[in-house]
């Protein structure tokens, strides 16, 4: 069993940046690919990047270039760096630990957290 609660949502300007984070209990974080999807209001679930257990990274176009994920296994966090981002870009941003690397199915991942907003000011 893992347990993922994110932070570090809030409004931010386009342009600027902001970096999320997810904390995942338990000693098998590691065990687990890492991922942040994103749903706004009246769209489905969106995959926006994957972590694997030792570091490689997968992103969707939409954010690549732009967005960075990264996982520190010693703290059992994921962490998703959003730079200039852009209005379309506001959301609820989930993390997700699940088995399969790279994966942007949202189906096959496991564990869920509870969300964080994040806003984007043009």
């Known amino acids: 069993q893992v347990q993922l609660v994110e932070s570090g949502g809030g409004l931010v300007q386009a342009g600027g940046s902001l970096r999320l984070s997810c904390a995942a209990s338990g000693r098998t974080f590691s065990s687990y690919a890492m991922g942040w999807f994103r749903q706004a209001p009246g769209k489905e679930r969106e995959f926006v990047a994957a972590?694997?257990?030792?570091?490689?990274?997968y992103y969707a176009v939409s954010v690549k270039g732009r967005f960075t994920i990264s996982r520190d296994n010693a703290k059992n966090t994921v962490y998703l760096q959003m730079n200039s981002p852009k209005p379309e870009d506001t959301a609820v941003y989930y993390c997700?630990?699940?088995?399969?690397?790279?994966?942007?199915?949202?189906?096959?991942?496991?564990?869920w957290g509870q969300g964080t907003q994040v806003t984007v000011s043009s």
């Open positions: 997700a630990a699940g088995i399969f690397f790279p994966n942007a199915n949202h189906q096959q991942y496991d564990y």
């Open positions: 972590v694997s257990r030792t570091g490689s990274t």
